[in-house]
């Protein structure tokens, strides 16, 4: 059975930064991609980027390059999103999503963590 | 980028009673290998987003019969032919073909009467 089970929730100052895990299971980690998205309060859903998981290369949304970081460790099946100089902007709800079961060639995200609100405040 | 615009953005519909949510693109989502690369995707209160359909027109496995998609090109529509109250929470359409970015439409809330 698969499973996403991200960190939990996280509060943190202005300027400081953040990483949220993403640990899986119940499928070939290094076979499908993880993407992050993210979803302010009240507000729709934001794609951040997504990560290949078997080479590591990852590839983000223009309004967060140089803020964020997507890693993983193929070792423990658990992928990483970082961000930076974190504002009160970037208060919302994080998930790591994959497309790990539905048919090809779709790229739906079938697979969803439950989420990971960050809180950011002075 | 690609910009989803969906209609209404709110819904109140009776039990039973029909419901449509409308997504247009401002550019068309049809690959050249035939697929609209257009999903539905529905958030409950509270939970995570779960995928109801994908390719435009292809239920998601354990998604009832009464959930359909249609459309092709920038034109889509998400049929609800009887809601029930376990439908309740807001649709997003996503678009998946032209990535970075991945993008959503703003969302349509429904909620029963």
């Known amino acids: 059975q698969v499973h996403l089970v991200q960190s939990g929730a996280e509060v943190k100052k202005p300027g400081a930064s953040v990483t949220v895990s993403c640990k899986t299971s119940g499928y070939t980690f290094t076979v499908y991609a993880l993407h992050w998205l993210r979803q302010a309060p009240g507000q729709g859903l934001e794609w951040m980027g997504r990560?290949?998981?078997?080479?590591?290369?990852?590839t983000y949304a223009q309004m967060f390059q140089g803020r964020v970081t997507m890693t993983r460790d193929t070792s423990i099946s658990t992928a990483y999103m970082e961000l930076t100089t974190l504002t009160s902007a970037d208060t919302a709800v994080y998930y790591c999503v994959g497309s790990l079961k539905v048919p090809a060639p779709s790229r739906a995200f079938d697979f969803w963590g439950q989420g990971t609100l960050l809180t950011v405040s002075s | 980028d690609i910009v989803l615009t969906q209609s209404p953005l709110s819904l109140s519909v009776t039990p039973g009673e029909p419901a449509s949510v409308s997504c247009r693109s401002n550019q068309s989502l049809l690959h050249s290998d035939g697929h609209n690369y257009l999903d539905w995707y529905l958030q409950k209160p509270g939970q995570s987003p779960q995928l109801l359909v994908y390719?435009?027109?292809n239920r998601a496995s354990g998604v009832p019969d009464r959930f359909s998609g249609s459309g092709s090109g920038t034109d889509f529509t998400l049929k609800i032919s009887r809601v029930e109250a376990e439908d309740v929470g807001v649709y997003y359409c996503m678009q998946a073909l032209q990535i970075p970015p991945v993008t959503f439409g703003q969302g349509t809330r429904l909620e029963i009467k």
């Open positions: 990560i290949n998981t078997d080479n590591g290369r990852a």
């Open positions: 390719l435009g027109s």
